[in-house]
């Protein structure tokens, strides 16, 4: 059985060169690590470190900007939480299942993680419940969460409802945590606020959208989920969400347009309601978006936005 974490280190290796991975790293340890007042050491100047960490003494001694490193004033449980319901199972954006763009964005922050010695844990499941894996170190463990989150996301699944594994963070994790969220094109309602809102009063939360496949594909064919066999995929939404339209409907200037405000003004609810919360957001739709995604997550996190 192919390694789940390998495909994630290869993904960074093949589109991150080193420069880029550092400050993958760097903007991680910003977000996810507390700062105290004890000194640790200096080491060279990386893009991506804060300016007001540059010991400008030492540097003009040394000739190349130096900054000064401190004891972390501690280290974090990242905890994942990811919708492994049917809807994940669609095609995304690019063609690609959505499910496997979000074990990679999981993978990706989870071994970010796994270098700065931050423990894992791991939320998934549907609206027929929930699944919890403790946060703990190191790859194998790593390897283990990314496993369930693969091997549970599939049309079998019930539907996703994603407000069930919020509700279950909500009721059985006090200790203050960064949490990444994976979730494909959320609609949010009051439920959704409410649980994010008490959330965010405990947790640093990351907010990453999985795109959802384009409905209006020309002549394309409509599938139903709750009809659609094992072993095939649908395309676009599932469960509570319309499938591909049929070509003479996406032909439609009126329902093409309906369609293109329906998706703008479902956007616009889940980015206001993340802005109103202080949780950062970034989108993707396809693996290749995933590291850049992840950086511009890190990156507005850490600005605050």
Known sequence: ???????????????AHRKAR???????????????????????????????DIDWKATARHGSPLV?????ARRQTLLLVTDTGRN??????????KGDIAVLALGVVGYLAHRHGDAVGLVCGDSGGTRALPG????AHLERLLRAVHDTTSLDSAPSRLETQLDYVVRNFSQRMLLLVVADELLPDAE??????????????????????????AGADSYDVASTTAGQRTRGHAGRRAGLLPGGLAE?????????????DRDSARQSMLRRLGIAEADAGSSLEVIPAVFTLLARRRRGR
């Open 252 to 264: 439609s200037a009126a329902i093409a347009g309906a369609y293109a405000r329906g998706q703008a």
């Open 22 to 52: 550092g400050l993958l790293e760097g903007q991680y340890g910003s977000v996810s690590h507390g700062r105290s007042l004890d000194f640790d050491d200096l080491r060279a100047y990386v893009p991506g470190d804060e300016v007001r």
């Open 1 to 15: 059985m192919a390694s789940l974490l390998q495909r994630v280190k290869s993904k960074l290796s093949i589109h």
């Open 68 to 72: 000064r490193r401190y004891v972390a």
């Open 136 to 139: 703990k170190a190191g790859e």
């Open 192 to 217: 959704t606020e409410r649980l994010l809102r008490r959330l965010r009063a405990q947790h640093e939360i990351l907010w990453l959208t999985v795109r959802d496949a384009e409905l209006l594909g």
């Open 88 to 97: 994940m199972a669609a095609e995304s954006r690019d063609g690609e299942p």
